[in-house]
Structures are given as structure tokens and as C-alpha cells.
């Protein structure tokens, strides 16, 4: 088991997000999926957010992160979300046109943890 340690913490805490594109629209493709990538890539860096595993698909993405334990996953996925929206939006102006409400990312997101605590480390 790989642990990450804080000034007082020590933790091991794991999220894994899939969240699509409004209407489901297959627009993370070519020169915006791989923007798409950076700029998460980048937003994860800034917030400690270690990104573990991760796919883009044409119409939705999966992350699995590790992530402090000040950080609750719905502020994750607000900063991401955000953050990603904003900036494609800024290089590509062509996206307004199909996304005219400013808004790239559907309003929800499915979030599960992946935990490995047994009956046995409970015990001890």
C-alpha cells in the first residue's frame, strides 16, 4: 500500500470520476480532447490531486485520483469542471456555437471510492 503523508496526515484516499459533455456531444476528439487532457492534468497539479488513472473518451471522462482529505470530492470536481470549461471555451470559440448556455461539462458526475480496508485491519 502506497500512502501519501501531509504535515499531520497520513492517507490513502481514492475517487473515481466520470463526467460527460452536455447533451453528450463527441466533441473530446483530436485538438480538444488532448486540451482537455492538459488542462485537467494541470488543475489536478495545482490541488495536489495525484491523477492515478485516466481516459478521455469522444463524449466523457474517467479519472481515478488521489486526493488530500481537505479537499471533498464535490470541490474536485467543481475546479476540474470549471477550470476545463473556461479555458476551452477561450481557445476554441467555435464551441460557443454549439454550446451557446456556456456550458460544456452535463450538470452531474457519477463518484465512487475505491477503498482496501479489510475485516482484518479493522481487527488489528
Not at 452536455?22 to 491523477?51: M, P, S
Amino acid at each position: 500500500m502506497e500512502y501519501r503523508y501531509g504535515s499531520h496526515t497520513i492517507f490513502k484516499i481514492q475517487y473515481h470520476f466520470v463526467f460527460v459533455t452536455k447533451y453528450r456531444y463527441h466533441v473530446l476528439k483530436g485538438d480538444i480532447g488532448f486540451k482537455a487532457r492538459d488542462l485537467i492534468r494541470q488543475t489536478c497539479h495545482a490541488f495536489e490531486i495525484d491523477i492515478l488513472k485516466g481516459v478521455i473518451s469522444k463524449d466523457h471522462v474517467h479519472l481515478l485520483v488521489s486526493a488530500p482529505p481537505n479537499i471533498a470530492p464535490s470541490e474536485i470536481m467543481r475546479r476540474i469542471k470549471g477550470r476545463t470549461s473556461a479555458k476551452l471555451f477561450e481557445s476554441y470559440p467555435d464551441l460557443r456555437k454549439r454550446y451557446w448556455g456556456r456550458h460544456f461539462w452535463a450538470r452531474g458526475y457519477f463518484c465512487v471510492t475505491s477503498g482496501e480496508v479489510t475485516e482484518e485491519m479493522i481487527k488489528e
